[in-house]
């Protein structure tokens, strides 16, 4: 049996496509939908699986389309990975008119299989909004967990020139609004004015450049320029983590974070937002600390309070690498390809 991976482009790294070949998967790029319902998608995917006489069709971002495709193709197993809560629940908004419909992913869902939730809530919610509560499944987001428990040193404090009493408190992601980066700014402006020896590093892409510019001004606004770190997207996040002294997710919505997973599998507090999946994996005032949404005070107050409190502190970095083996690459692999081989069987 062959085995292949259909990818809308080449992986920034690079070095992720030769095991992929090694393993004897051979790779095709197709070009990523335009639009949820995109018949030049539909057509092109149709094709290629005819052609493959594909048996198991998993799609995680791309999905309506594609399997569209897949169902007229009459593919044997059709899966999606929901990855994330819908752009609705990320805005706080209801869908109104047409909109419940939720079209796209109701589609989605009569077309497959099995959906693959990356965490309860973003699976309740498509019960919520689409029903076909017997397709779907919880399938927890996968981390290199031994890369991050394993790392014991790092120079990352040397190189930002960061000192003994500085206290960091770091937050990884990318420059859109989602990741509630403003929110993080708000909050470190009240958190500098008590504590002064704060300093806050900020690691990801920059994707949007308009947030970016948003960020930047914000910070120039409450002079926090010495205080605020940009550094850009790193390679070496399990020594960025252990340089740190918390760990926050100020996100607005997440379906299960793996950033947090990692935080928390170096062995840092957390303080991220109880939201989407977030609450899934961390239990408030045990394993960390959950704060409202958008509430950049609430953030500040839970910042202070593990700064201020080491004793506390200390209770929560005891219990916050509890129960993450979970999150592993190889349990996620084995729930998948039992799902996989569960439909297959069900199918014959």
Not at 158 to 167: T, W, Y
């Amino acid at each position: 049996m062959n085995n292949w991976l259909i990818l809308s482009k080449q992986p920034d790294d690079q070095t992720l496509i030769a095991p992929i070949l090694k393993a004897g998967c051979k790779i095709i790029y197709q070009p990523r939908s335009k639009k949820n319902f995109d018949f030049a998608s539909i057509l092109r995917n149709y094709k290629l699986l005819r052609q493959i006489k594909c048996d198991i069709f998993h799609c995680y971002n791309d999905h309506t389309s594609p399997l569209i495709a897949a169902k007229l193709a009459r593919v044997p197993v059709t899966l999606w990975s929901k990855l994330s809560m819908s752009s609705y629940y990320e805005k706080g908004v209801n869908p109104k008119g047409l909109q419940r419909l939720m079209l796209s992913t109701r589609v989605t869902a009569y077309c497959v299989s099995r959906i693959l939730a990356i965490s309860k809530r973003a699976g309740d919610e498509v019960i919520e909004q689409v029903g076909f509560k017997n397709k779907v499944a919880t399938v927890t987001v996968p981390v290199s967990l031994e890369r991050f428990f394993s790392v014991k040193h790092s120079a990352v404090r040397n190189e930002f020139k960061f000192i003994n009493a500085d206290f960091v408190i770091t937050a990884i992601g990318h420059f859109v609004e989602i990741k509630g980066w403003d929110v993080a700014i708000d909050a470190f402006a009240i958190v500098n004015k008590r504590m002064p020896n704060t300093k806050l590093l900020l690691i990801g892409k920059k994707t949007s450049e308009s947030f970016y510019q948003k960020i930047s001004a914000q910070i120039a606004g409450y002079g926090l320029q010495e205080q605020v770190i940009i550094a850009g997207n790193r390679s070496d996040t399990p020594e960025v983590l252990k340089a740190s002294d918390i760990f926050i997710l100020p996100s607005r919505s997440e379906g299960t974070p793996a950033a947090l997973v990692e935080a928390m599998a170096v062995g840092l507090p957390c303080v991220a937002t109880a939201t989407g999946g977030i609450p899934e994996v961390i239990e408030d005032g045990v394993s960390g600390l959950l704060f409202e949404r958008e509430n950049a005070n609430e953030l500040a107050e839970k910042i202070l309070e593990l700064a201020s409190n080491p004793t506390f502190k200390a209770q929560i970095i005891d219990n916050v690498q509890k129960g993450l083996h979970k999150y592993s690459i190889s349990a996620y692999v084995d729930t998948v390809f039992g799902h996989y081989q569960h439909l297959l069987e069900n199918n014959k």
